[in-house]
């Protein structure tokens, strides 16, 4: 009975773990057990854009060899859209780049096309990185990463509106605006005049950018402005290849709510999100960062994804502009992000945007234990104390699931002699054995399932703090005590593991022996298996697992000494 009880134990807790593991790669978050993202081949060479070179503006079906500006569903237009214009030339290698700053950004922009190329995290230190920066916009063509926008259409003469293959040049800035965080480009043709303002604030990582379109022909027009990050598939320098969490775009609107993209769905042209909406934002989201473009308006949106080319690939939203007659112009606003997925700062800047943090299906246990997590970082100042703090707070949640499981561990010890008797006198007999234990396990009021019960209960809690753990951009560069500099990388000289291996050895010999030979060998072993894997774990999560162990040692050995007092005094 025993032995068939620990091999469906194990097998039942393997299929659990299966079974996480594939709604997690089917969610997009990367397989439990580390396999890489799947992306599109790296681009070849007789087709790739040059590392400063230009992408083409996003399209109206997903093919590589079209250049053709996005044009806009029936749901944005009550006429015939304009004609997209032809394909348009590589911008000139060398183009020229105007820097934007403030403390915690630097931001680079071509004048090719008005875009975003690089984006310098200056509060984010990562060895991964020439100059010790996180980078999240770049021209790397291993990484290449643009925020873009532009106008669709074109004048009755065809010539195309400005769009993010057009040649920008520096307007005049206010006297008042500084110029290191202020900048206006502008660039005019087929009719139209599109100015477009950078500001950047004395801190952050929000960058508000304005279109202002002009109509400097002699008929009314009505253009469209697009706006579009655009992306290769490969993932960030600097990652785990032990654990991966999920990177691609996203879309959110009050309709479809919080909807991932991965890039092999679009590599497929089978991206499900929704298309249209009045509401809502769109970003790319990889581990610890996001960039996302949120419009300042509830105007009807066209929401798409593209493929560019290989490996390379957008998305991005179109909306409809109100009618300009001539001489007259319309201002359209937004925000672009780009930074750390900080969640008290995105949750001000749009709805939903928090939700980039993603705990997956466990979000409504995972929020309330981030919300203690931050409380208690404010009490202490140091989120390792924090997370020791939440990890005590966490067990005596739980202390009376836990002690009943610890009872009836320390019930099967006691009984454990007996049961090998028990299997000498009936060894040739398995009907017999199985009846005389279920005899004794009646006789001492033993639940053979009692001690993995209460376990299955909390599973849910403690995968939603592995991934509070591991999503939490808060944990990077964050200081524990000693040696633990960093609670979001391994431990460089792997103390905590090898001390929660320790813990688990101690709770193994704790625990009721099997009375197989094998599986004995087995229990004995896992604390080496276990800790070889957390050898490749942030710091944070270990000192989670090593403080719930020790907590575990403690309550276990104190509900047993109580058990052997109690069966000591009934003799």
Not at 292 to 301: L, Q, S, V
Request: some cysteine; proline content about 7%.
């Amino acid at each position: 009975m025993d032995t068939r009880r620990a091999i469906l134990w194990i097998i039942f807790s393997m299929s659990l773990l299966l079974l996480w593991d594939a709604y997690m790669k089917h969610s997009g978050q990367g397989s439990f057990f580390g396999s890489p993202a799947v992306t599109s081949p790296a681009p070849e060479k007789s087709g790739a854009a040059p590392a400063g070179g230009q992408a083409q503006a996003p399209t109206a079906a997903p093919k590589a060899d079209s250049t053709a500006i996005p044009s806009a569903s029936k749901a944005l237009s009550s006429s015939a859209q304009p004609a997209g214009p032809g394909p348009t030339a590589a911008p000139a290698a060398g183009t020229e780049k105007i820097m934007l700053a403030n403390n915690e950004i630097e931001l680079e922009i071509d004048l090719q096309g008005a875009r975003i190329v690089r984006a310098v995290l200056r509060d984010q230190i990562s060895e991964a990185y020439d100059g010790q920066r996180v980078v999240l916009f770049d021209l790397v063509s291993s990484r290449r990463y643009e925020a873009q926008s532009g106008l669709v259409g074109q004048s009755a003469a065809q010539v195309a509106f400005p769009n993010h293959t057009s040649s920008f040049k520096k307007g005049p800035l206010r006297d008042d605006l500084d110029p290191k965080r202020h900048l206006v480009l502008v660039s005019e043709s087929g009719g139209v005049k599109l100015t477009k303002t950078f500001s950047l604030d004395e801190k952050g990582h929000a960058i508000r950018v304005s279109h202002t379109v002009q109509n400097t022909g002699a008929d009314a027009m009505a253009p469209m402005i697009y706006l579009q990050l655009m992306r290769g598939g490969d993932r960030p320098p600097g990652e785990s290849q032990f654990y991966q969490t999920f990177m691609g775009p996203a879309v959110f609107t009050q309709e479809g709510k919080f909807q991932k993209i991965d890039f092999a769905e679009i590599e497929k042209n089978k991206a499900s999100h929704v298309k249209n909406a009045n509401d809502g934002w769109f970003g790319i989201i990889q581990h610890y960062f996001v960039s996302a473009w949120i419009p300042k308006n509830d105007a009807p949106r066209e929401f798409y994804t593209r493929r560019i080319e290989n490996n390379l690939y957008s998305i991005g939203l179109i909306q409809a502009l109100p009618s300009i007659p001539p001489g007259a112009q319309q201002t359209h606003e937004a925000t672009l992000y780009a930074g750390p997925q900080l969640q008290s700062v995105l949750e001000k800047l749009a709805p939903g945007l928090d939700l980039v943090v993603d705990y997956g299906w466990l979000t409504f246990l995972a929020k309330p234990i981030y919300w203690l997590l931050e409380q208690l970082h404010g009490l202490v100042a140091n989120w390792g104390w924090a997370i020791v703090l939440l990890t005590v707070i966490i067990k005596l949640i739980f202390y009376p699931l836990s002690a009943a499981s610890y009872k009836s561990m320390a019930k099967m010890k006691a009984v454990t002699p007996r049961l090998m008797k028990l299997r000498e006198l009936y060894v040739n007999d398995k009907a017999k054995l199985n009846q005389a234990m279920m005899e004794l396990y009646k006789t001492e009021k033993i639940n053979p399932l009692g001690g993995c019960l209460p376990i299955l209960v909390q599973i849910p809690v403690f995968i939603a703090l592995y991934w509070v753990l591991l999503a939490s951009v808060e944990m990077r560069n964050a200081p524990w005590v000693g040696w633990i500099t960093d609670l979001s990388v391994p431990d460089p000289y792997f103390i905590l593991p090898i001390i929660m291996a320790i813990t688990m050895f101690i709770q193994t010999k704790l625990n009721p022996p099997p009375p197989d030979p094998i599986q004995a060998k087995v229990m004995m072993a896992m604390p080496i298996v276990f800790s070889v894997f957390f050898f490749f774990f942030p710091a944070g999560l270990v000192l989670y697992w090593l403080v719930n162990n020790v907590l575990s040692i403690a309550q276990q050995w104190a509900v047993m000494r109580q058990i052997e007092r109690a069966a000591a005094s009934h003799r």
